[in-house]
């Protein structure tokens, strides 16, 4: 069964410092991989993904993430964080099944941003 | 991306009701799925509701508790029955779009009384 863990619940950066949010999944062939973000009173919004090709890959916002086959990795990087980049972040795996596509989700991550 | 809409954005229900949430999309889409968040937890997906046939449950979900209809390929219906407070949550509902990809809606935060 595929799975997926984001170790860090809460992190707080100072805006304009760098961010890395981490995400390692299981998964038993090429996963189809998303961070997505959700603001507050918000739903989901999609920052970027990952099916093949280039294992680096951008995103909006200024997001932009790298698949490490060998580390079952996909960490989410931000080289300055503003403060609107305060909100939760999730990483899901995908996969494809007879009746449809399935995402499972990470636990999250909030994100802090101190002034 | 599609547009997503849900309604209603919120409610307060008693204890034993039901209630029924709407998504509606602007454009047609083949998939469509409902997703359950606690709160302070992640996404659970529910179902994946089929147009013209039955929903397609995940386990631990069942038809009598979290029926759903989708009548076409741009609206679909969540009814949460005979609530309790452990169903207060935010219901979501997703689109499959292009390859591979959803997209969702702005949810739908349920408190039960």
């Known amino acids: 069964a595929q799975s997926v863990t984001q170790p860090d619940i809460h992190i707080t950066v100072s805006e304009g410092a760098s961010l890395e949010l981490r995400c390692n999944y299981s998964?038993?062939?090429?996963?189809?991989l998303f961070w997505y973000v959700q603001s507050p009173g918000q739903g989901l919004q999609l920052l970027l993904k990952?099916?093949?090709?280039?294992?680096l890959v951008q995103g909006i916002k200024g997001f932009e993430a790298e698949f490490k086959r060998s580390q079952s990795s996909f960490n989410l990087r931000k080289p300055s964080v503003h403060w609107s980049d305060a909100a939760e972040y999730f990483c899901?795996?995908?996969?494809?099944?007879?009746?449809?596509?399935?995402?499972?989700f990470g636990t999250g991550t909030r994100l802090a941003v101190r002034p | 991306s599609a547009v997503i809409s849900q309604k209603p954005s919120r409610d307060i229900c008693q204890r034993g009701t039901s209630l029924t949430i709407q998504c509606q999309v602007d454009?047609?889409?083949?998939?469509m799925f409902w997703y359950r968040q606690q709160p302070g937890q992640s996404l659970t997906l529910i179902a994946t509701?089929?147009?013209?046939?039955?929903?397609?449950?995940e386990s631990g979900f069942v038809i009598d508790k979290f029926p759903i209809s989708r009548p076409n390929l741009t609206f679909s219906t969540l009814t949460v029955s005979n609530m309790s407070p452990e169903d207060s949550s935010i219901y979501l509902c997703?689109?499959?779009?292009?390859?591979?990809?959803?997209?969702f809606g702005p949810g739908t935060r349920l408190t039960v009384l």
């Open positions: 997703s689109v499959r779009q292009g390859s591979d990809t959803q997209y």
């Open positions: 998964y038993g062939a090429t996963p189809y």
């Open positions: 990952y099916f093949s090709g280039d294992t």
């Open positions: 899901a795996v995908g996969r494809t099944g007879s009746s449809g596509d399935k995402l499972t």
């Open positions: 454009s047609q889409v083949t998939m």
């Open positions: 509701a089929n147009q013209g046939s039955e929903a397609t449950y």
